[in-house]
């Protein structure tokens, strides 16, 4: 199974700041990562896939990077509705996988 | 818009069973992918089961491997989940999913909660 390692745990940042949340896979899946959005109470939401493509609708301050096992999603110019919890996925291999999450709270 | 809207969520004893639904809108269902994946109170996400569009293929978190099966009905738009000898760990969320082109899942269900408990 592949293991995807995310941190921080959480990160406090100032609204118009920049977060840049990491996630590590314990194998290579190449590019197959995804970043999801979660506000509590409501259903996850598709960010990013394939590492670095954003899914329909998404505003550019969201942009992902990385292949490998080295991945990174950054937030820029940060809005309240931004602060959430993110969680990486990798669909590389069975079973699919998710990284713990990273809570983004405001500073 | 696509929309998934799951039910059959509830409260079960410890070894009980219960199936829960997953009805579609919005897109091709039957050219669809879907999961199954849940999230306990308080805790990350969890990928539980998977089906190919014509229902042939499916695959399984180990930790429900022998307990629960994933279904489809294509004339119904509707893919399901029978879980049997639940447990309190099995208790949490669960969330209906379809992987689009890109393998990620692009559309969420509401989901609907399962807690097991005496």
């Known amino acids: 199974e592949i293991v995807l390692t995310q941190s921080p745990a959480t990160l406090s940042v100032s609204p118009g700041d920049t977060a840049t949340l990491s996630c590590r896979a314990s194998q290579s899946i190449r590019n197959n990562l995804a970043w999801y959005q979660q506000i509590p109470g409501r259903a996850p939401r598709l960010l990013i896939y394939a590492a670095s493509t954003r899914a329909t609708g998404v505003p550019a301050r969201f942009s992902g990077s990385g292949s490998g096992t080295e991945f990174t999603l950054s937030v820029s110019s940060l809005q309240s509705e931004d602060f959430a919890v993110y969680y990486c996925q990798q669909y590389s291999n069975w079973p699919l996988t998710f990284g713990q999450g990273t809570r983004l709270e405001i500073q | 818009q696509e929309v998934l809207v799951e039910s059959g969520g509830g409260l079960v004893k410890p070894g009980g069973s219960l199936r829960l639904s997953c009805e579609a809108s919005?897109?091709?269902?039957?050219?669809?992918?879907m999961s199954w994946i849940r999230q306990a109170p308080g805790q990350g996400l969890e990928w539980v089961s998977y089906i190919t569009a014509s229902g042939q293929t499916k695959y399984y978190a180990d930790s429900v491997k022998g307990r629960f099966t994933i279904s489809r009905d294509n004339t119904k738009k509707s893919v399901f989940l029978e879980m049997n000898s639940l447990r309190a760990e099995d208790t949490a969320i669960y969330y209906c999913a379809v992987s689009g082109d890109n393998d990620a899942f692009d559309v969420w269900g509401q989901g609907t909660m399962v807690t097991v408990s005496s």
């Open positions: 919005g897109f091709v269902f039957s050219d669809s992918y």
